[in-house]
Every structure is written in structure tokens, then in C-alpha cells.
């Protein structure tokens, strides 16, 4: 089993852009946008962004937490 928490870090380190602790909309997009270029198995388009978007933000306030991201990760079995 992956260690989503430790995932969810990195990727936080990497796109956490203005360090506040969570991913804003523009900064979980260049997430998004890396995934298309390099996970074609995923068969993402940009089109999906805003369905995606709105997957991982599980409160709806236009931020995704640390959790959010691990739990979402943790569901669709996401690896590195």
C-alpha cells in the first residue's frame, strides 16, 4: 500500500507554491497539467480539470488540504 501522507507531502512541497499550507485552484492545476503530459494511462484532458478540481475539494471552499489530496489519492489508487 502507498504511503499517501508522505505522497501528499512532496506534492505539497512541489506545488504549494506560496507555502500556505494549501493548494489553491492555479496551483493544483500545474499538478493537473504535469499528470496529463506524463500519466497518459490516466486518459486525463484538460477538460477534466474542473470535474477532478472538484473531486479532491471534498468541503467545497476552493482549497484542497493535505487530506483532501491523500484521501483522493488513497481512492483512485494513485502511485508516483
Known amino acids: ?3 499517501y501522507s508522505a505522497l501528499t507531502a ?3 512541497e512541489k ?3 506560496d507555502k500556505n499550507g494549501v493548494l489553491k485552484q492555479s496551483e493544483i492545476e500545474v499538478f ?3 499528470l496529463i ?3 497518459s ?3 486525463l484532458t484538460a477538460d ?3 470535474k477532478w478540481y472538484n473531486a479532491i475539494d471534498e ?3 476552493g482549497t484542497i488540504t493535505p487530506d483532501e489530496l491523500s484521501r483522493y489519492l488513497s481512492s483512485i489508487n494513485y502511485t508516483a
Open 10 to 12: 512532496t506534492l505539497f
Open 1 to 3: 500500500m502507498a504511503d
Open 41 to 43: 494511462e490516466l486518459a
Open 48 to 50: 477534466d480539470f474542473e
Open 32 to 34: 493537473f497539467n504535469e
Open 59 to 61: 468541503n467545497k471552499n
Open 15 to 17: 506545488f504549494d507554491t
Open 37 to 39: 503530459a506524463s500519466r
